[in-house]
């Protein structure tokens, strides 16, 4: 799987957006964009993924860049249970048998 | 829709013991991945079945090893403990097809003394 880079971690105040970036500059043309959180204490979380248009769930957004080397998720306002550590990962369509990488994410404090 | 189970939550062992996790998919989820999270290596993916069979696994020694049976279910095995096996071990299921997303159970957090 290509790349990706996050910062190590970010800090927000409740009820404000949140904006974190991934930059993937080595991303194939066929690769998708998945985004996953880890809160204490539990097992990593699906947030969203995408291809190539921006993409809207109850959870978060994510705005992906025109040449796709870099994707923003966005959280529109961050509450004290979205602080977590959150992996931006790369999936490549025509692979079988699912093995994330899931780099060392950015830490997300939210502070009330 | 019931989650990922995982059971036990919590496992100590002893040097050279052997250990049997065990994992629960989604309901009507055919494909299970294991991954070790560590705090030194983060998440390392251990290997993945799909509909009884291993498809792809990840960098780890023999010692690791897998099942999954009819029903979905999968096990995964440790044999020989190492101290180094001190992890949280967690599971997720999916539908197996390529951009399914992963849903992770809480893991197992397995001690080795």
């Known amino acids: 799987d290509a790349k990706t880079t996050q910062p190590n971690s970010m800090e927000s105040n409740e009820e404000e957006p949140v904006h974190l970036p991934c930059n993937h500059s080595t991303i194939s043309g066929t690769d998708y964009i998945h985004w996953y959180r880890q809160l204490p204490s539990q097992g990593p979380e699906y947030v969203i993924h995408?291809?190539?248009s921006n993409v809207n769930n109850r959870m978060a957004s994510l705005a992906i860049a025109e040449d796709r080397k870099s994707s923003t998720l966005i959280l529109h306002r961050a509450t004290l249970r979205d602080a977590a550590v959150y992996y931006c990962?790369?999936?490549?369509?025509?692979?079988?048998?699912?093995?994330?990488?899931f780099g060392k994410g950015t830490s997300l404090l939210v502070t009330p | 829709k019931a989650g990922v189970t995982q059971t036990p939550r919590y496992l100590i062992k002893t040097r050279g013991q052997q250990v049997t996790l065990s994992c629960s998919p989604i309901?009507?989820?055919?494909?299970v991945s294991w991954y070790q999270q560590t705090p030194g290596q983060g998440l390392q993916f251990l290997f993945e079945?799909?509909?009884?069979?291993?498809?792809n696994k990840g960098n780890f020694p023999g010692r690791f090893s897998g099942r999954q049976f009819s029903n979905s279910r999968s096990e995964m095995n440790v044999s020989t403990l190492e101290l180094g096996d001190s992890a949280l071990y967690l599971c997720?299921?999916?539908?197996?097809?390529?951009?399914?997303?992963?849903?992770f159970g809480n893991g197992t957090r397995l001690t080795v003394t």
């Open positions: 309901s009507g989820h055919r494909s």
């Open positions: 990962i790369l999936r490549e369509p025509d692979f079988p048998g699912y093995a994330l990488n």
């Open positions: 079945y799909f509909s009884e069979t291993q498809r």
């Open positions: 997720a299921s999916s539908l197996g097809q390529v951009i399914s997303p992963l849903h």
């Open positions: 995408g291809l190539t």
